[in-house]
């Protein structure tokens, strides 16, 4: 009988645990990788203050959330970029800034490039590290995949067109570009600035390269002398909903701006 009732308490407790997952409201945020775990950290912060809700964040770039949002699948989309002309659809909401770096294998002796070698390297024209002064040693290009908005930017900046670049490898998220150069000593990539700092501070073995004589550093992005910055964003269509709304006030505010820097981004003065 004491079993069978124990049975039975712990039936409704479960049930009642189901219950109370199920009367979450859900929220659902996708887009840039760079974004994404920034988003993800933030998120766990707000659930821990709003039971109510459950945040569900998913990378897959900033055209996803764009197209997501678009569609009415996601509340909140991620872009780590400025508007276009053709998405004045969308409200846009400044979140931190960071700067996209060129990136090395540690071990190659390389110190710096300029743009014109960067760009290059990146349609071919250069082939081996030893034509810059480097080791004998063949280029690995990692590009960016179509429909990150690294690469859009990349492009803007050395003003190259993606039909014209040579890759050997196409990556997505951050953490592939630096894994890939982590393991490979010819390799060149770029990623967020931000990405790349923490890497490095985990023992990652890459290297940032300086731009036109000023350090990679989020130091650098923060006092706006590194040539390649962008602003973070999050999007939402025209009209919230309560819960986006909630979610927006606080991951704006200076209650994450402890966050932002955790992932080596520059928080805004708002």
């Known amino acids: 009988m004491l079993r069978l009732i124990f049975c039975l308490n712990l039936v409704w407790l479960l049930a009642g645990c189901d219950a109370?997952?199920?009367?979450r409201e859900k929220l659902v945020i996708t887009g840039s990788s760079t974004i994404a775990p920034l988003i993800a950290d933030i998120a766990r912060r707000f659930e821990s203050?709003?039971?109510?809700?459950q945040v569900d964040v998913q990378s897959g770039g900033s055209s996803r959330g764009i197209a997501d949002v678009r569609r009415g699948v996601a509340h909140i989309g991620?872009?780590?970029?400025?508007?276009?002309?053709?998405e004045q659809d969308l409200q846009w909401y400044a979140l931190a800034r960071d700067g996209i770096g060129m990136i090395i294998h540690q071990q190659n002796t390389i110190a710096a490039l300029n743009a014109a070698q960067i760009a290059d390297i990146f349609t071919g024209r250069i082939m081996d590290w030893q034509t810059l002064g480097g080791p004998a040693q063949?280029?690995?290009?990692?590009n960016k995949a179509e429909g990150r908005s690294t690469l859009e930017v990349f492009l803007k900046?050395?003003?190259?067109?993606?039909?014209?670049?040579k890759p050997q490898v196409i990556i997505g998220e951050n953490q592939q570009g630096i894994k890939t150069v982590a393991g490979n000593i010819g390799a060149i990539g770029y990623v967020s600035i931000g990405s790349a700092e923490v890497a490095i501070a985990e023992g990652?073995?890459?290297k940032l390269l300086p731009m036109n004589g000023v350090a990679a550093s989020v130091d650098n992005v923060r006092n706006g002398s590194f040539p390649i910055a962008r602003t973070l964003h999050l999007i939402t269509g025209?009209?919230?909903t309560a819960a986006a709304r909630i979610f927006l006030d606080f991951a704006l505010s200076p209650a994450v701006h402890d966050l932002i820097e955790a992932q080596y981004f520059v928080p805004l003065q708002r």
Do not use: C, W
């Open 20 to 23: 109370a997952d199920h009367a």
């Open 49 to 53: 203050q709003h039971a109510e809700y």
């Open 78 to 86: 991620m872009v780590s970029r400025g508007p276009d002309s053709d």
């Open 138 to 142: 063949k280029i690995t290009v990692v």
């Open 157 to 165: 900046f050395f003003a190259l067109k993606n039909s014209t670049i």
């Open 204 to 206: 990652t073995a890459i």
């Open 238 to 240: 025209a009209k919230l």
